[in-house]
């Protein structure tokens, strides 16, 4: 007879759903707990759950009994140095003095601009940016509460990510619904310089992996991803050729993409995160693949299955 542990997926969005994913393949006992309560399309057996996770009470009644908690919450891209921080503090002082481990997914935005050198877990915090500055007190708040033995804390961190339900990345819906249709893809920045991305998919498996390894905690990782020197133009010609249509990509530089912020919060807040996508933007994650021994999805692959999803999705649905 097997039994399952208790997991608790704090937020709904695309990398809770990837994190659900892994821990049901896994056969775990899977709670989700997000503002709505909802998850369209979530895994059969999965307990979805409503809670204000503002409230440290809540987040201490929602994780009881929990091995993990996984921290992939966040409030609207436009809201982030307002909310962001409470947030992340009330899913901290909710777990402390628990015994729940507290996996929380990130991303690179506290680096700020290296100048195209490769993005390693050793890197100052160096962010520029109001997000970026964000990140960093966050992921410096998260260590310290290891640190003072509060709760058990690992960091996992991805770069610009695609995959089912990832329709507001920079490598999401106004990639893929286009290059379906045969029309341009829209990318941001210059399509011939490298930039990483991370299969949603094999950052959820990523947090998993660092939820049950000991040897994680106190630390930051970055998520596997394949062929981290590859550029927009050939991820466009993986995406294009999955999909059967003649490539066909643009490249969104500031200028527009500050035209843009005039109606879109979210292009507004993505103006000052430009640096990433007009660099060499290469993230290093072979310190998380030689601990744990584990490889990303081939892109190809990823790519096949990211087009099967949008295929699966029309856009008017």
């Not at 628990?98 to 991303?107: Q, T």
Request: glycine share 10%.
């Amino acid at each position: 007879m097997t039994t399952s542990t208790l997991h608790v997926v704090l937020g709904a969005g695309p990398l809770g759903r990837a994190v659900v994913n892994e821990l049901v393949r896994r056969g775990e006992t899977v709670r989700v707990v997000s503002r709505s309560g909802q998850m369209p399309e979530a895994p059969h057996g999965v307990e979805l759950v409503a809670g204000d996770l503002y409230n440290p009470a809540t987040v201490r009644e929602l994780t009881q009994g929990a091995a993990v908690a996984y921290q992939c919450a966040q409030p609207h891209y436009d809201e982030w140095p307002q909310k962001f921080p409470p947030l992340q503090s009330a899913i901290i002082e909710g777990l402390t003095d628990s015994s729940v481990r507290l996996v929380i997914g990130e991303n690179t935005y506290m680096y700020g601009d290296t100048d195209g050198k490769p993005l390693t877990e050793d890197l100052p915090y160096a962010a520029h940016t109001r997000k970026g500055r964000v990140r960093a007190a966050m992921s410096e708040t998260a260590l310290a509460a290891h640190r003072a033995g509060k709760v058990q804390v690992a960091l996992g961190r991805g770069s610009d990510f695609f995959g089912p339900w990832a329709l507001g990345s920079s490598h999401g819906a106004r990639v893929f619904y286009p290059a379906l249709a045969g029309k341009s893809a829209s990318f941001s920045g210059k399509l011939d310089l490298p930039h990483t991305v991370t299969y949603i998919e094999d950052f959820g498996r990523a947090l998993v992996i660092l939820g049950e390894r000991e040897g994680a905690l106190g630390q930051a990782w970055h998520v596997p991803n394949d062929q981290p020197q590859l550029t927009q133009r050939q991820f466009a010609e993986l995406v294009f050729t999955e999909t059967g249509h003649p490539v066909k990509a643009s490249g969104m530089g500031k200028l527009m993409m500050a035209l843009g912020g005039l109606f879109i919060p979210e292009a507004r807040e993505s103006v000052e995160m430009m640096y990433e996508f007009e660099k060499p933007f290469v993230v290093d994650s072979s310190k998380f693949e030689r601990v744990f021994g584990v490889k990303a999805t081939p892109i190809a692959d990823a790519i096949e299955a990211t087009v099967a999803w949008y295929r699966a999705h029309p856009q008017n649905k």
